[in-house]
C-alpha cells in the first residue's frame, strides 16, 4: 500500500515575515495600553471614559526620564553597604591589603580620637614639615646666591647681537618724546649723516626738541638692498608652509641686476672697513649672519669676521679656498694632566716614563683611523668576495662612514659652531662672498635676493632706514596686583651702536628705568666670543680714529680687558647712574 509522500513546507519572503512580526508587535502594543488606561482610570484623582468621546483620560504623563522612588532607595541602600555587612566587598577589599603590607591592624576600624593615633599623626606630620623644609633650603640659598651675585657697574658689556626690538620702562613720563616736528626730523636725520655729536649744555627750553630729534638720530641705520614690499630683516626666520615665491625667481635679467648692485655696495662698504672709517658692519643671509669688525675693536690687531652658523661643509670649502678659521667657542682638547694622577702610588714620574713610550694624542688618532679604515677596507673586500655591488649598500661606503664619524659634525648649525677669520683670510672671506652666491636663497620669499647689509657708515648704494618709535603708558604685573608704567619702544634693525646711544639719551632724563631687549637669536653667540688683548688700549683708539665716533662710544667699542666686558644683554637696569643686566652668554 503506497504511503503519501510528505510535502515540503511553503517558502516564505523576508517581507512577508516581517508584516508578521509587526502586526504582532502592534497588536501586544495595543493591548498594553489598553490595559494600562483601564488600571490609571481605577486610581484615586483619575477620571473615568468620557461620554461624549468615549476615550480614557490617564491624568498626568509619565516622565520617561525619571526613576522611581523604590529604585531610588534600593540605589541608594546598595551604595550605603556598612562594612562587615556586605557579601565580601569591604572584607575583601581589606583583605587584599592586608596581603600587601606588614600591618597588623588592617582589619581594625581606625579611630582618629584615641591617643596612639594622635601621635602617630603628629609625628608623620612633623616628618612632613622637616622634608618640606630640607627640601626648601637649596631653593632658598639658590635664591640669596642670584640675588647677591646682582651687581652694579658704571657701564655695561658690549653686546654684538642684533635687536629687533628695545623697549624702556619707567616710572616717570617720557615727557620730551611727542610728536616729531618737521625741524626736529631735518635737524635728526642731519645729525645721523654728518656724524655731529651733541654738548649736553644746552638751555632748557630747547632741551625737549633736542632729545626728540636725538631719537630719531639713534633710531637709523644704513641697509641695503631696500624693498619695502620685502621682509629683508631679520632674514633668518620661519617661512611657514604656505609661502609665495620671490618676485624674482622666474626673472634672471632682475637677479643679475639686483646682485650687480648689492655687489658694489658690499665692496664700498668692506673697504671702508679696511680703511678704518666704518667700525662694523653685518652680513645677513638666509641661513647664515657675517659680522665684520675692524681693527681695533674688541683688542683684535686685524680686520677680522665671525660666521654663524656653519656646517662642516661649509667649513672643508672654505679650507679648499684657502681661508683659515678658527671655532673660539669649542673647548680644546689639549689638557695637562695633575700631578697627583701622575704621582699615584708613590711611583715617580721620570721613573714610570722611562720604562714605557708616552703616546701623544695625535698619535692615538691616527691609531684608531688607521684601524676604522682597516674594517671599511673589510666591509668592502667581503661584499665583493660576496659577488654583490658596492653601490646596492651605500651607508657601507668607507668615505660616508669616515664623514659620519666626525665629531665636528655634531656642532653642525649650533651656537659652537661660530667660526673666526682673522687677517689675510678676511680678505678672502670676501673674495669668496663676493663671487659666490652661497648667501643667497635658491628658493622661498628670499630667492635671488641679495644678503641684507646693516651699517652704522654711510656707503654706496646703502639706504637710510628708520626705525619706528612709539611711547606711551601700559599697565605690567606685579605681584597679584597691576601696575602703570610708561615705555619707550623702538622696533626695527637695531645695532650696537643703536642701542648705546637710545641708553645714552633716556638716561640724561630719567633717573630709573629698566631696558628689555628682544634678540635676533642666530646672531647671539657674536657676544660669546673671549676678547682678544692683541694691542693696548691706545692702539686700539688710533686705529678707530676715522670712524667719527664719539668718545664714549669709542670706549664703548675699544674694550676687552675684561672676560666680563661682553656679554649678549637681556634686560638692563640702570638706578644711581649704576647698571645691572641680565646676560644670556
Not at 273 to 298: D, E, I, K, M, N
Request: a negative charge; hydrophobic letters at 30%; aromatic letters at 8%.
Amino acid at each position: 500500500m503506497d504511503q503519501p509522500v510528505p510535502s515540503s513546507p511553503a517558502w516564505k519572503k523576508p517581507s512577508d515575515v516581517m508584516k508578521v512580526r509587526l502586526k504582532g508587535k502592534k497588536r501586544r502594543s495595543v493591548s498594553a495600553s489598553h490595559h494600562q488606561a483601564n488600571a490609571k482610570a481605577t486610581l484615586p484623582g483619575s477620571q473615568g471614559p468620557d461620554a461624549s468621546t468615549g476615550e480614557v483620560r490617564t491624568g498626568k504623563r509619565r516622565n520617561p526620564f525619571g526613576h522611581s522612588s523604590s529604585a531610588r532607595e534600593r540605589k541608594r541602600a546598595h551604595s550605603e553597604i556598612l562594612p562587615g555587612e556586605t557579601e565580601g566587598g569591604s572584607h575583601q577589599n581589606k583583605l587584599f591589603d592586608a596581603l600587601d603590607t606588614e600591618a597588623g591592624e588592617v582589619f581594625q576600624e581606625p579611630s582618629t580620637s584615641s591617643p596612639a593615633n594622635l601621635n602617630r599623626i603628629k609625628s608623620e606630620s612633623d616628618t612632613n614639615l622637616t622634608r618640606l623644609a630640607q627640601s626648601e633650603e637649596p631653593k632658598a640659598a639658590a635664591d640669596t646666591g642670584q640675588s647677591q651675585s646682582l651687581t652694579w657697574k658704571d657701564s655695561y658689556p658690549v653686546d654684538w647681537c642684533l635687536k629687533t626690538r628695545v623697549r624702556f620702562l619707567s616710572d616717570s613720563p617720557f615727557t620730551w618724546c611727542g610728536t616729531l616736528k618737521t625741524n626736529e626730523e631735518a635737524a635728526g636725520l642731519s645729525w645721523f649723516t654728518r656724524g655731529t655729536h651733541h654738548d649736553e649744555t644746552i638751555p632748557a627750553d630747547e632741551k625737549d626738541a633736542q632729545s626728540r630729534s636725538r631719537l630719531h638720530q639713534c633710531g637709523m641705520v644704513w641697509m641695503h638692498p631696500s624693498l619695502p614690499w620685502v621682509k629683508l630683516y631679520p632674514r633668518i626666520h620661519n617661512e611657514g608652509k604656505q609661502t609665495r615665491p620671490s618676485f624674482v625667481a622666474n626673472d634672471k635679467d632682475l637677479q643679475d641686476s639686483l646682485l650687480t648692485s648689492w655687489c658694489e655696495s658690499f665692496r664700498s662698504l668692506f673697504h671702508q672697513l679696511r680703511a678704518g672709517h666704518c667700525p662694523y658692519f653685518y652680513l645677513c643671509g638666509y641661513q647664515s649672519t657675517v659680522l665684520f669688525r675692524a681693527a681695533g675693536v674688541g683688542g683684535f690687531k686685524h680686520v677680522h669676521a665671525f660666521l654663524t652658523p656653519t656646517t662642516k661643509g661649509l667649513r672643508e670649502l672654505f679650507k679648499a679656498e684657502g681661508i683659515e678659521v678658527s671655532m673660539p667657542l669649542v673647548p680644546s682638547k689639549d689638557s695637562t694632566p695633575s700631578q697627583g694622577d701622575n704621582n699615584e702610588n708613590g711611583i715617580d714620574q721620570e721613573h714610570s716614563n722611562s720604562h714605557q713610550p708616552v703616546k701623544t694624542e695625535e698619535d692615538e688618532d691616527d691609531d684608531e683611523e688607521d684601524f676604522n679604515q682597516e674594517g671599511d677596507d673589510a666591509a668592502s673586500s667581503w661584499l665583493q668576495s660576496m659577488g654583490l655591488d658596492q653601490q646596492s649598500f651605500p651607508t657601507l661606503d668607507p668615505r660616508r662612514v669616515k664623514f659620519q664619524r666626525d665629531e665636528s659634525i655634531k656642532l653642525d648649525n649650533r651656537p659652537q659652531s661660530l667660526v673666526l677669520i682673522s687677517g689675510s683670510s678676511t680678505q678672502a672671506l670676501y673674495n669668496f662672498l663676493l663671487n659666490s652666491d652661497i648667501m643667497i636663497a635658491p628658493t622661498g620669499t628670499q630667492a635671488g635676493i641679495p644678503p641684507t647689509l646693516l651699517s652704522p657708515a654711510p656707503f654706496e648704494g646703502g639706504t637710510l632706514t628708520a626705525s619706528k618709535v612709539k611711547s606711551g603708558k601700559l599697565q605690567i604685573a606685579v605681584g597679584t596686583s597691576m601696575q602703570g608704567c610708561f615705555h619707550l619702544e623702538v622696533t626695527g634693525p637695531i645695532l650696537p651702536s643703536n642701542v648705546h646711544a637710545l641708553t645714552q639719551l633716556v638716561s640724561s632724563s630719567q633717573e630709573r628705568f629698566s631696558v628689555n631687549l628682544s634678540n635676533h637669536s642666530p646672531t647671539i653667540m657674536f657676544s660669546a666670543v673671549p676678547p682678544n688683548n692683541a694691542i693696548s688700549l691706545r692702539d686700539r683708539k688710533s686705529k678707530l680714529v676715522n670712524c667719527n665716533l664719539s668718545p664714549e662710544l669709542m670706549d664703548y667699542f675699544t674694550k676687552g680687558e675684561d672676560t666680563d666686558d661682553h656679554a649678549t644683554i637681556q634686560e638692563l637696569v640702570f638706578a644711581e647712574e649704576k647698571y645691572s643686566w641680565t646676560s644670556l652668554t
